[in-house]
């Protein structure tokens, strides 16, 4: 999806798969159970979404009501619910959630009664749905607050390992990056650090770094001309062979393929 902008907010949901998502400057690779928002007049885009199955909450700040003073009070909400852009991109960031697996659930349950208020339009629904909306506000208020203080903890919280973690494979995809690396960006042992990062993304570091790579190998074969082979290099692999197999396992389809494909489906 090319960058656009919109009239209305909205709360994204990634039930399944990984995208790359560009807002306010900043690139960030989604998995499942990630959640986020975006305000009206803010630009953002999807690049090159594999197997993403996203839910969409729009909404116009005044079907709120009365409650909409409240709810501007709460953490998270403060911000989303301005009438002013983040100041910069640490602002649009820190609206990204993550959701543990027992709360994906419950948050994908939410969703589905408001889709089904909305397309079945019973007695009642229009206040139905204004009850729901600011039930799921307030869902991701608390979210915003949990996480938020989990992150300012100091960095012998894991969740400050996890994300000095994120930062490393972004700087770093293009290298040969190994588990001793993380580990000792961390300082942790590779076993405990693999553990901490498993908890909090569900996946190991490996499987992270092999989906970032991928899905910026996949931006590259949308977005410019370079090689195959260039492509496979500047992502970290160390031979075209191993990022055909790698990819192909990833998108269902090798890497020419998929330049192919994409291109003409523009």
């Known amino acids: 999806m090319q960058p656009h902008s919109h009239d209305f907010y909205e709360i994204v949901y990634v039930e399944d798969g990984f995208t790359l998502h560009s807002a306010g400057g900043v690139i960030n690779l989604l998995v ?5 928002f975006v305000k009206p007049g803010e630009i953002h885009s999807y690049i090159n979404a594999y197997r993403t199955k996203l839910y969409n909450l729009i909404f116009s700040a005044d ?3 009365s409650i909409l003073p409240e709810l501007k009070q709460l ?3 403060d911000d989303m619910l301005s009438d002013t852009p983040a100041a910069d991109e640490s602002g649009v960031g820190i609206r990204i959630l993550h959701a543990e697996m027992g709360e994906r659930r419950n948050i994908e349950l939410s969703l589905e009664k408001i889709k089904a208020e909305r397309t079945d339009k019973r007695t009642g629904w229009e206040c139905s749905l204004k009850s729901r909306l600011a039930s799921f506000l307030i869902r991701y208020s608390r979210m915003f607050e949990e996480q938020r203080d989990k992150r300012t903890q100091s960095d012998d919280d894991y969740y400050g390992y996890v994300y000095k973690i994120l930062r490393y494979i972004g700087d770093h995809y ?3 990056i190994t588990m001793n690396d993380l580990s000792a960006v961390t300082g942790l042992s590779p076993d405990y650090m693999t553990r901490k990062f498993k ?4 996946m190991t570091p490996s499987e992270y770094v092999r989906k970032f790579r991928i899905s910026r190998a996949m931006e590259l074969l949308c977005t410019t001309d370079l090689s195959v082979a260039d492509i496979a ?6 031979d075209i062979s191993l990022f055909s197999r790698v990819f192909k396992q990833e998108v269902g ?3 020419a393929s998929y330049r192919k494909n994409a291109l003409s489906e523009e």
Do not use: H, I, W
């Not at 908890?199 to 569900?202: C, E, G």
């Not at 290099?233 to 160390?238: D, L, P, V």
């Open 32 to 36: 499942t159970g990630d959640m986020f």
């Open 63 to 65: 079907e709120l009501g």
């Open 75 to 77: 953490p998270g909400l």
């Open 174 to 176: 293009g290298e040969n």
């Open 199 to 202: 908890a909090a993304l569900y």
């Open 233 to 238: 290099k500047r992502t970290g692999f160390s």
């Open 253 to 255: 389809l090798p890497p």
